[in-house]
Each structure stands twice: as structure tokens, then as C-alpha cells.
């Protein structure tokens, strides 16, 4: 008698049900023992066993039946709650045979295999909501006691079990088990899982009421381990993918680079100061105890950070390979996709001018991880096919992973599948995170935490690269690679801030910059709001200043957005004097550098950094960034703590560049005890009682909220996806989606062609925050549509989707 775990839809192309559950579990035991984490052999274990349990009630007539004949059993076919059962008995009952660890929290693994199991076909959810408690398990088998749904659930275990009782089946299934090294009689499960369930109940009541804090939390780290490796082995090794071979990367590969492609002996004071910089950071990297896990590498803006980091986790990854024996993968993460492009190519750079097989295998060197990033994956001059390609990627199976905070932060205080399968080759890692002080500050305290546990449990090496280094770390914790970093403020003095706090109308700021504009200068003006950002535009075009005018925010399509920085930037190179009115967007990292830039009013943090787009390579003469309050649009953005500080500290008064150390230091200390951080609280909370996901949560005061209110970017209101045929290539793209994708009724297929041109169709799309009074485009194979015989009653090519439309949200 034959199981599978898998066939494709003509049933040609199966695979052996217990091959899987070998191959899963073997996969899930290897990823754990790559991983510094201590009783990583026994948790490798643990891995094992829920590796070969996680399809158990797979081995049910009633879901062959359903995967080879198409029978619909409903529930019965169903097979991840008999799996999660199997696989805590499995669990439970491997302590008895070792004494590998004698940590007492060790003994709710059985209750973490199950929880882990119970979702490997979706995103974690509640521990609480998914032990029922003992009072519903009286009764069998009509269970009568239990509310309808779990009484469901119970009768249709009871039949399950049933089913495999069957003698001759039960044989082969005992004989599978042989195969991948259980000898646990598996009758034994089938006879007693309601006893298991009863154990796993006083287990849930024990953790919530008999466990600290500290185990708890280490708990949840594990639970978040072992799910990543089972989800990442699971999808895999059903795809026939294998984890990809690792790549050595030579420590000196950024200093061969800077010898061949910087002038090293240039006199000019920025290149000095960014050659000090460097020489201070890879000093300090070479001779510091590997007992330090955080660092901080703060410097000014322009002064070769990025090549200095990268320099110092190369030299970091060798020394950790050598000394304690583990290779570590290297995450850049940084806010924004503008600047994750930017630095990607400098990285990429680095590599393929060091690396003679880059080329054939680029993304087993590098990948970059994006909501817009192109689903290819390059192996031995060999292109995976796109659904390969995608579980590689978004697994990070490379060395080199430059991707968002977004990736970044939602896995390691995440709850969904989709983030989470990567999580494990986090653990372990050098990860470099870039302007971090776009970190909402209500998320400092958990971001905080969870990167000194990362660090402390699993190994993790963190360096915070910063111009205004924020408070996420305390001092105390961090060791800082730049000795005397502020001495390199001090010695700048490229642009002066020049503050009005005084409320002004656009009105009003846009007749003053008409009087003050000189055309022999390049202009960057950052408004808080799309609204704004467009009214400012319009009327400066008005003006008719400048023959090179452009406009720049999220309500033009991505692909807009990026060549007009090219374009700027271009002409920014070859001495030419832009006017670039934009949002936010530009602010942080992008590199672009302006005669003058004028903000209205915001974040200290914000100011100093598009303060950063003005004069980066030092000039001749002093340039300034001018400040002002226009209106009430900081207060709607930022709320009114940040920009009400920002201007009692900015005064109306001139701050030179030596003092921006001072005042973001200042800033950042106040600010801090003026944010309410409960959100971190909370969700710190959550995460010690596994409390990742409930569909209908308790409203209360707060208390129950769950690790999936961590988000990242705070949307205000509702948002539409607008496809927008800007061009012909966008009708392509259209005609092909709605053909191939919206038009496929086959589920797999239309999947695969969504994902061959995700990246080319998510770069024609803008998302609009819609209200009542928002006329929005029809929809057109499922999704809102402008086609280009439309775009004028929508669209605009300099300045996106209709002010109207657009609102004011800044994102």
C-alpha cells in the first residue's frame, strides 16, 4: 500500500508520503545545526520529529482519496490537526530516551510542536485559542460538552483515528516509520491522542501561569525557529528544491575595490574624513572581542558608510567563520526601495569586481528582497523557473541579502508564513541596518529587545549604521566603531539650517522662494504631504524658473519615481541647476546632491537628513537648508510632539552642520519621553504568551493585543491599488494579466503568471487612500484600471494621480 503527499493535477507526478516527511525532517534537523544556538543538537532533534510528523494525517483513506481521486471528504480530509497531535506525542515522548538538556522549559516542547504544526498551511496564530480546554474533551465520541466547531473538529479526529486503526493500513504506516528512523509504535498515539490533548492542556495552563518571563521569551524565539524550518523544508521539498550550496566571500574584497576605483590619496577633506572613517571602523572590527554582538557605526552624512559597513561584515564574517566556526550570511536592511537599489548596485559592484564565478551565480552571492524586486534566481549559469525562484528568494538562500525593514523587522517580530520561512537563516547572521532611525519610534522598545535576544540566543551580530543615532540601543549595550564620531561632525560644515518656524500659507513660501531663487543653483523642496508636495509644484512651474522642474511622491508609479532620480541625478552630475519638488520619499539615503533644500517642518531626525542632499561633497562655499511651518501639514503627518520640538529646538535661528550631532542627540532624548510606547508594551506581551494571531480578538484595553498589530508603516484609512497604462509596455502587461491571470481558472498556472511579471506589473501601480468623496477608476479584470485613453481624467504625467484622489497621506 502506497501514501503520497503530493500530486500534480493529472495524478502522473507523485511523491511517497514518507520520502516527504524524510526529506522534510532531515532538512528541518541540518537548518538548526548551521545555527550558533545553544542545545542546538537537541532541537535539531525536535526538528526531526516535527519534520516527520508535520503530514501525518496525510496517511487517512480520506485524504488520498482527495488528493488522487478528488474526492471532497471536507473535514475529514483535512490533516494538519491529527499532524500537530502526532507530532507533540513525538515530541513528548523523546525526553524520555534523553537527557541532552536539563532545562526545565524544554518541556513544553510538545505543546510548541503542535502549535507549530497546527499551522504550517498558514500564518501562526493564538496558543490559547488552539487548546481546547479539558472540560470540551469529556464525552467521545460525540463530545458534547464542546462548542459546535470544536465538537466538529473532535468527531472528525475521532473518525480519523478510526480510519488508521485499520490493521493493514496501520502496518504500513508503522513500516514508513521504520523508514525514516521512528520506532515508536504509532498505535500507542492512536490509543491515547485524547490523553495527549489533555497533557497539552495542562501544559498551556503551566506556561501561562508556572513560566517566567525569560523562558517564555526564548519560547517564543524557539517557536518562531522551529516554524521557519518546517514551512521553508515543507514548500522545498515539495517543489524539488534543494538549499543552495554556500559561497565563500574573501575578507578584503571592498579594500581591492577602493584601491582600484577611489582615489585614496585625494587631499579634498571629504574624502579624508571618509578615509579616516573607513581605515577607524576596519581597525576596530579586526581587533574587538567577538563577545560583542552590537554595534553602531555613526558618521555624517556622505562619509562612506555603506562601503565601510559592508567592509567591516565581511572582515566580521571571516573572523566568526574561523573562530567559532559557523559562516554567517550577511542582511542589509534599509527603509526605503529607493536607496535598497542604490545600495545594491555599490554592493554588487564590490562583489562581481572581486568574485570570478559572480556572474554564474550572482544570486547565490547576492539577492535583493523587495515587494518590487524581479523573481530571478541564478545558480551555475542555470535560471530557476519563477515558482523555484520565488521560494529561494523569499527563503534568502544567499549570502549577501539586501532588502526593507519591512522584510526585516516583520520577520523577526512577525506572524506570517510568508515572512517567517526565512527567519531561520536570519538566526545566526551579521545583519547592517541602515538609517535606523525611520524606525517608528513607539517601536524602538520591542525593536530593541528583540535584537539584543537575537544577539544574546541565536547568535546574531548587529551594526546600526546612522547620521543621528537614535535611541533604539542604550549606549551601555552598543560598542561604537567609529571612535570619536562626533570629532567628524564637528569638522563638517558644509550647510548651515536656516529656521522660520513661523506658520507660513504655501501662498506666502512660494512667493518667497520666487524672490530668492537663483538660477544659478540646484533646489530640493520636501513638503509633508501630497497635497502640498502638488501645490507647491504647480505654482513654481507657474513661475516658469527653471527649465528643469520635477515633481516626485508616491501618487506617481514606482517606475516614474525611479527614472526621474536617475534623470536628476544625471543632471545633478553634469552641472546642470534642477528644481525637484517631492515628498519624503527623497529624504534618506538617496544620492543626490542640491545647491539648497528647503523642508517644512518635521522630525529633527528628517530635517538633518535631507539637510544630507545639500553639498555631500563638499563644495567650496557653505550651503544652506531652509526650514519652514507651513500650515498645520507636520502636525498632520508626524502629530504634534515631533514638529513642536523640533521647532523649540530649532528656534528661528542658524545651526551649523558641527552641531547637528548636539542637537539629534538632544532631540532624541527628549523625544523619547514624550512617545507613548504602549504599542511595545503590548506587542512584547503578545509575544511571551504566543498570542501571534486571533481572527476575532477580545476587545479590551488593550492587553490582548497580538503580535500582528506590529506594523511597520501605520496606513491611515483605506487604501485602493490603481494600475495606471502609463505606456505600451503597461498595456502589455495589462492585456497580459488580465489573459493569463485574472482569465486562468486553474490556480497553480494562474499563480506562476501572476509571479513572471509581478515585478514589471507592481511597477504601474500607486496605492490611493480612498474616502467618499474620491471618484476612483472602474474596475477592469478584478483590479482598478486607468487605461491610457483615461489618464487625463485621472492622471497626471508630472505629478500622478488626481489631488483629489491622492489626499494627503505621505507614503
Known sequence: ????????????????????????????????????????????????????????????????????????????????????????????????????????????????????????????????????????????????????????????????????????????????????????????FLNSWLEVLMNLNKLNHNFKCKTDDDEKIILSLITSLLYSVLIDADKRDAGKISKISRKKLPKNLVDEYRKNYFDLQSSNLIDLIRNKIYDKVIYKIKNVSLQNHLFTLTAPTGSGKTLAAFSAALKLRARIEKEKGYIPRIIYSLPFITIIEQNYEVIQNVLSSGIKDFKENETSYILKHHYLTDLKYKEGKEDKPIDKALLLVESWQSEVIVTTFVQFLHTIIGFKNKFLKKYHNIAGSIILLDEVQNIPIEYWDIVGKVIKLLAVHFGCYFILLTATRPLILKEEDTLELVEDSQNYFKKLNRVVIKSDTNRRSIDEFTEWFKGNYDSKKSYLIVANTIRSSKEIYEKIKDYNLSNYLFYLSTSIIPKQRASRIKVVKNLLDSRNKPILVSTQVVEAGVDLDFDAVIRDIGPIDSIIQVAGRCNREYGKTQRQAYIFSLNSFASYVYGKIHPNLSKKILGNKKIWENDFYEITNRYFEEIKNKINDDASKYIWKAMLELRFYEKNPPQCDGHNIQVSEFQLIDEKGEYADIFVELDEEAQTIWEEYCEKVSGEKNFRKRRLAYLSIRRKFRSYIISVRTNKDIVLPAQVCGFRYIPQGQLKDFYSIETGFGAEAAGTFVW
Not at 32 to 54: K, M
Not at 111 to 122: D, E, N, Q, T, W
Not at 162 to 168: D, F, P, S, V
Request: glycine share 4%; hydrophobic share 35%; aromatic share 16%.
Open 1 to 188: 500500500m502506497l501514501f503520497y503527499s503530493h500530486a500534480d493535477e493529472n495524478g502522473t507526478s507523485k511523491k511517497e508520503l514518507w520520502k516527504h516527511l524524510k526529506g522534510v525532517g532531515e532538512d528541518a534537523k541540518d537548518s538548526i545545526e548551521q545555527i550558533p544556538i545553544e542545545d542546538h543538537y537537541y532541537l535539531a532533534e525536535i526538528a526531526y520529529l516535527i519534520g516527520i510528523s508535520h503530514d501525518f494525517g496525510k496517511y487517512t483513506s480520506f485524504f488520498q482519496e482527495h488528493l488522487l481521486k478528488k474526492k471532497d471528504w471536507r473535514r475529514k480530509s483535512h490533516h494538519s490537526f491529527l499532524s500537530a497531535l502526532f507530532a507533540a506525542w513525538q515530541v513528548q515522548k523523546y525526553p524520555e530516551k534523553s537527557n541532552t538538556s536539563k532545562k526545565k522549559f524544554f518541556s513544553y516542547l510538545p505543546l510548541i510542536a503542535y502549535f507549530v504544526v497546527l499551522h504550517h498551511h498558514g500564518d501562526l496564530g493564538s496558543l490559547e485559542d488552539d487548546i481546547p480546554y479539558s472540560k470540551y474533551l469529556k464525552g467521545p465520541p460525540m463530545f458534547p460538552y464542546a462548542e459546535s466547531n470544536l465538537r466538529e473538529k473532535l468527531k472528525t479526529m475521532y473518525e480519523q483515528v478510526n480510519n488508521l486503526k485499520y490493521q493493514k493500513r496501520l502496518d504500513f504506516i508503522e513500516e514508513n516509520y521504520r523508514k525514516v528512523g521512528l520506532f515508536n509504535n504509532v498505535k500507542d
